[in-house]
């Protein structure tokens, strides 16, 4: 979808995303068919990063690896600069698919990652994972953590589906980095 469309809502939506420092992405331009639905999807996604308690590096990094294990190059492209933005470091990116053996990591972000690998792994989450990861967040946090994973997971598989390509610009955007 064109990002000067005729459709006023669907341009309001798209100058809205242009004020946070990017896009509209390919994305928003195929989501956009539907404005009703961008408008909900645009929310939605404004809430879960900016309304959330959870610290925003933590939901960064589960958005990562979740992208990873859901093998979603369109998400983990574009969440990798606000990962960098939130306080992760481009090594620690880098060696997210090896976390296990790496050092990059301390024992909360270990936490996360574990818990992210159970959500989308064949034996789910196991009583010791989730306690783990309760020694370090509250309830409310957990329920962030999770469904961020859940909807950036969904995010990703709904990208590879209609064969959504990366914008070129991805790494390199302001997009919701401050």
């Not at 992405?25 to 999807?41: C, K, M, Q, V, Y």
């Not at 090594?91 to 909360?108: G, I, Y």
């Not at 962030?144 to 995010?155: C, H, Q, S, W």
Request: charged share 20%.
């Amino acid at each position: 979808m064109d990002r000067n469309s005729a459709d006023s809502t669907l341009a309001s939506l798209f100058e809205a995303i242009q004020s946070r420092g990017g896009g509209p992405f390919n994305i928003h331009r195929t989501i956009g068919h539907s404005p009703e639905i961008l408008a909900a999807f645009l929310n939605f996604a404004r809430v879960l990063r900016a309304e959330a308690t959870c610290p925003r590096v933590d939901r960064e990094l589960i958005i990562l690896r979740s992208a990873q294990l859901a093998d979603c190059q369109y998400v983990f492209n574009h969440h990798r600069g606000m990962g960098l933005a939130f306080g992760l470091t481009a090594e620690q990116v880098d060696q997210l698919a090896h976390w296990k053996e790496s050092r990059l990591f301390n024992t909360r972000q270990r936490a996360i990652l574990a818990y992210s690998e159970a959500m989308f792994g064949p034996e789910r989450i196991d009583d010791a994972t989730f306690e783990n990861l309760s020694s370090f967040y509250k309830s409310r946090e957990i329920m962030e953590l999770t469904l961020t994973a859940a909807f950036y997971a969904g995010l990703g598989q709904f990208a590879c589906a209609l064969d959504i390509q990366v914008d070129l610009d991805a790494s390199d955007s302001h997009y919701e980095q401050s």
